[in-house]
Structures are given as C-alpha cells and as structure tokens.
C-alpha cells in the first residue's frame, strides 16, 4: 500500500475551485509533485516543488504545503480538468520516491 | 523532439522474466533519470525505479531482488528486467524522463506497455 494517502474521488462545479490533498509522514520534510492522468493516457507533470507549473500547464493549477499534507488545486475547474491526479514524493524511508493513491476529480 | 517508446513481449508467463526496453529518441541519455513507472489495470501508479546516467540506480523495495534497471547508451535505450513474475505484474510499463529532488518531476513519458503475466 501506498504511503502517500488521497482521497479516492471529489467532484467539482464547472467553473469551481477543488482541493486534492495528499497525506504522509514524509511530506513534513518533503515537497510533492503532481501528475493529471487522462483515461487512456501518459501521466503528464502539472505541479512540481513549492509551487512551481512546467511550461504549458494554465495557472489555474498551484499547489500548497502544511505539515504532512500536500496540496493540488484548480481553480476555476475545466471540463478537460476531469482525470485522475495522483502526488509523489519520497518515501518513509527518505531513499526511494512513491506515488499517491490518486484521485479521481470529475467536473459537473 | 524527445520521443520515448517502449518495447517488448506483451505476454509473459508466471515464474518466467518480463524484459522491456525504452528506446530515446531526440535526446541523449546523459543528464537525466530514465525511470519506469506501471499501472496494474483499473488501479494507480507505482514508482517501479530509475537508472541515472552516471550509473546509480534506486529501485522500489517492493521490488528489489527480482528487478535491474540498465542502459545502453550506444543504443539511446534503457531497459527493465523483472525476474519471477506473477500475475501481479500484469500491468501498463511506462518509461519516463525526469530528475529527481525531494520528488521525481518528469517531462516525457511513453505511450506505455501493457503487459500481461498468465498463469
């Protein structure tokens, strides 16, 4: 089992903001990354660090830290938003890295 | 362009070694981790491991003692050896570029692999 803990689903008002949380000891020490997975596709990287967004991705997408729990939100949600989004960070042991459980966000 | 597709048999059987390559193209290995990622089907991500260009690897626990992850930079590949598989490796292998920091941060990924281990 995964040591980084999402929710399994959240829905999301068009047009809405939605927060995707991600909780694990190591995240008291160490940042997350994000990645959206569409069905049937590559995960591709929509948050990275602090707070930071590869070229390309829109700004509605930011992330947060507090404590053992990372943070992804969409403000201002898309239909195309709807996917799975799943963090990753290092795991207990500090030396290899681990994907969250996911979350899969659907927009209404 | 950096292009990255996986290869290999898409059907393996139980106790046998599921073998994959990710051939680059558009890039050269040098200065990244080429890292391998699956997905069993209808489930999430698991960070199998990478193999950095200056030849450190770091693989998943989990895993460890039945999986190698190397490269050939003659060939711009790099592979992953899974030995005495089980049913529970049947999932979608991805190959990815990316670096590590307190988290693995990518920027291309394979179209991914399915591979399917019978019992």
């Known amino acids: 089992s995964s040591e980084l803990t999402q929710d399994p689903a959240v829905s999301v008002a068009l047009g809405q903001t939605v927060r995707i949380t991600c909780q694990g000891d190591?995240?008291?020490?160490?940042?997350a990354s994000w990645f959206q997975q569409k069905t049937g596709q590559a995960p591709v990287l929509v948050i990275y660090g602090k707070d930071k967004r590869p070229s390309g991705i829109p700004d509605r997408f930011s992330g947060s830290s507090s404590g053992n729990t990372a943070s992804l939100t969409i403000t201002g949600a898309q239909a195309e938003d709807e996917a799975d989004y799943y963090c990753n960070s290092r795991d207990s042991s500090g030396n290899h890295f681990v994907f969250g459980t996911g979350t899969q966000v659907t927009v209404l | 362009q950096v292009q990255l597709q996986e290869s290999g048999p898409g059907l393996v059987k139980s106790s046998e070694t599921l073998s994959l390559t990710c051939t680059i193209s558009?890039?050269?290995?040098?200065?990244?981790?080429w890292t391998w990622i699956r997905q069993p089907p209808g489930k999430g991500l698991e960070w199998i491991g990478y193999f950095y260009y200056a030849g450190t690897t770091n693989y998943n626990p989990s895993l460890k003692g039945r999986l190698a992850i190397s490269a050939d930079t003659s060939k711009n590949q790099f592979s992953l050896i899974l030995t005495s598989v089980t049913p529970a490796d049947t999932a979608v292998y991805y190959c990815?570029?990316?670096?590590?920091?307190?988290?693995?941060?990518?920027?291309?990924w394979g179209q991914g692999m399915l591979v399917t281990v019978s019992s």
């Open positions: 558009g890039a050269s290995i040098n200065g990244y981790y």
């Open positions: 190591s995240l008291r020490s160490n940042y």
């Open positions: 990815a570029r990316g670096r590590y920091f307190e988290w693995f941060q990518s920027d291309y």
